[in-house]
């Protein structure tokens, strides 16, 4: 089956580390997201990746870092410069960078602090 | 600024209680308009893309329907398994970064 995995499922960070979150698709999609989940807020993108080793930030990069040296895998690393951590965390991709189709998610990591 | 609002913030039904959920948005060049199911502890689960207003899609009990300035997602007959928050996003531009969400709507079906 097609789909985005997203590994672990929980993660506990304690001060001063970086932790990575991993996102895995095997859908050939182009385009991957990061985004984080809050209560009461939409999701808010952190970064975005159009192909393979380029990224670009969304609205609330800092204290966040990603590569993508692979098309099916979109890596998320929680900097210690990232001060208030405790989220959702949610992978998505989608088929194009152009065009309105839709993005699908992977089932998420919540971040929490140790 | 582009922005989605969606209410209610949640909704309680009885199971066969019918009612609609409410997305508003204010962007510029809307290219798609996405209704999402999430369940808790879960990612969203992608139900539909309106493109254009006017447009109605249905899906089993959920039927999404848009204006220029809004959506409504109509769910008619709910079960308790309907029971999630719902998601609205618009896209906005040419490029896939200008996706923007919603809080959700947390609808509770009670049987």
């Known amino acids: 089956d097609g789909g985005i995995t997203q590994s672990p499922k929980y993660l506990f960070r304690k001060e001063g580390q970086n932790v990575t979150l991993s996102c895995e698709q095997n859908?050939?999609?182009?385009?991957m997201y990061w985004y984080r989940q809050d209560p009461g807020q939409g999701l808010r993108l952190i970064y975005y990746?159009?192909?393979?080793?380029?990224?670009q930030k969304g609205d609330i990069a800092e204290g966040y870092s990603v590569s993508r040296e692979k098309k099916e895998s979109f890596p998320l690393t929680v900097t210690s410069a990232q001060k208030n951590p405790t989220a959702f965390y949610l992978c998505a991709s989608r088929e194009f960078t152009g065009g309105n189709q839709p993005q699908h998610f992977g089932d998420g990591t919540r971040l929490s602090i140790l | 600024e582009d922005q989605v609002t969606q209410s209610p913030e949640a909704l309680r039904l009885q199971e066969g209680e019918s009612s609609s959920l409410n997305c508003s948005y204010t962007?510029?060049?809307?290219?798609?308009l996405f209704w999402y199911r999430q369940d808790p502890g879960k990612g969203p689960e992608f139900l539909f893309t309106l493109y254009s207003a006017g447009e109605e899609k249905e899906k089993e009990r959920l039927k999404a329907t848009l204006t220029k300035k809004e959506s409504f997602l109509h769910i008619t007959a709910p079960k308790p398994e309907d029971s999630a928050t719902y998601l609205c996003a618009v896209q906005a531009g040419n490029y896939g970064q200008n996706f923007v969400f919603g809080p959700g709507t947390r609808l509770s079906v009670l049987p």
């Open positions: 962007v510029s060049g809307l290219r798609g």
């Open positions: 990746s159009q192909i393979v080793n380029d990224f």
């Open positions: 859908l050939n999609h182009d385009a």
